[in-house]
């Protein structure tokens, strides 16, 4: 069973940023796509940034220019740096496979607050 770690959430200001990490339990990053996603309270769980096993990436709209989704295989780590943080991101931040696979089991999640 694969499990993920998440990490990097925070306190932010409106304008600040925060790099939320993701790290499994076993080299498994290099063969699948990955992503991130998050759910705010009273919200449904949303995907905000997908990177495929190839390197191509998808933003959900809203934090398109503001949010970038990178991968280190050697360290099976996955990140999400977010700039430009606005109180609409404030939610609990995870990783997973993408939509429409297998999902791994979800981890703790990190909380991001952004204040206005």
């Known amino acids: 069973q694969v499990r993920v770690v998440e990490s990097g959430g925070g306190l932010v200001q409106a304008g600040g940023s925060l790099r939320l990490s993701c790290t499994a339990s076993?080299?498994?990053?290099?063969?699948?796509?990955v992503a991130w996603y998050r759910q705010a309270p009273e919200k449904q769980r949303e995907s905000v940034a997908t990177?495929?096993?190839?390197?191509?990436?998808r933003y959900a709209d809203s934090v398109k220019g503001r949010f970038t989704i990178s991968r280190d295989n050697a360290k099976n780590t996955l990140y999400l740096q977010m700039n430009s943080l606005k109180p609409e991101d404030t939610a609990v931040y995870y990783c997973?496979?993408?939509?429409?696979?297998?999902?791994?089991?979800w981890g703790q999640g990190t909380q991001v607050t952004v204040s206005s």
């Open positions: 997973n496979r993408p939509l429409g696979v297998t999902q791994w089991a």
């Open positions: 990177i495929t096993s190839g390197g191509s990436i």
């Open positions: 076993r080299s498994i990053f290099s063969g699948y796509g």
